[in-house]
Nanobody
Framework: QVQLVESGGGLVQAGGSLRLSCAAS????????MGWFRQAPGKEREFVAA????????SYGDSVKGRFTISRDNAKNTVYLQMNSLKPEDTAVFYC???????????????????WGQGTQVTVSS
C-alpha cells in the first residue's frame, strides 16, 4: 500500500481553475492505478477521474468530462487533477486513492481502491 497526501484545494470563483496534487510514498507507485473522488456534505463519495498505472488510459465521471484532466508523473510519485470551468456544484472534499492490488484497469469504484489520502477541500463560489 501507499500513503497519499493531497494538496492544492482552496476557494475559487465559478469559472475558475485549480490543480490538485497527490503525492505518494513508496517505490511501487508506478504499479497502481490512481483515482480522484469527491464527497460533498450529506452525499456519497463520487467518482471523479482515474488513470491507469502506466498513464495510458483515463476515465472520468460524467459530471466532469471535458472540464477535468487527470495525469500522473511516475518519476515524481504524483498524480494531478486539473480542474477548469469550475462550478459551485463541484464544491466538495477531494480525495485521491490508489487501487487495491496494482496493475488493475479499469478502476472507477470506491471498492477498487484501498489507500486513501486525507482529502483537500475545494470550494467554488457563485
Amino acid at each position: 500500500q501507499v500513503q497519499l497526501v493531497e494538496s492544492g484545494g482552496g476557494l475559487v470563483q465559478a469559472g475558475g481553475s485549480l490543480r490538485l496534487s497527490c503525492a505518494a510514498s513508496g517505490r511501487t507507485f508506478g504499479i497502481y492505478s490512481m483515482g480522484w473522488f469527491r464527497q460533498a456534505p450529506g452525499k456519497e463519495r463520487e467518482f471523479v477521474a482515474a488513470i491507469s498505472w502506466s498513464g495510458d488510459s483515463t476515465s472520468y465521471g460524467d459530471s466532469v468530462k471535458g472540464r477535468f484532466t487527470i495525469s500522473r508523473d511516475n518519476a515524481k510519485n504524483t498524480v494531478y487533477l486539473q480542474m477548469n470551468s469550475l462550478k459551485p456544484e463541484d464544491t466538495a472534499v477531494f480525495y485521491c486513492a490508489a487501487d487495491r492490488y496494482g496493475r488493475r484497469w479499469p478502476t472507477t469504484r470506491v471498492r477498487d481502491f484501498a489507500s486513501w489520502g486525507q482529502g483537500t477541500q475545494v470550494t467554488v463560489s457563485s
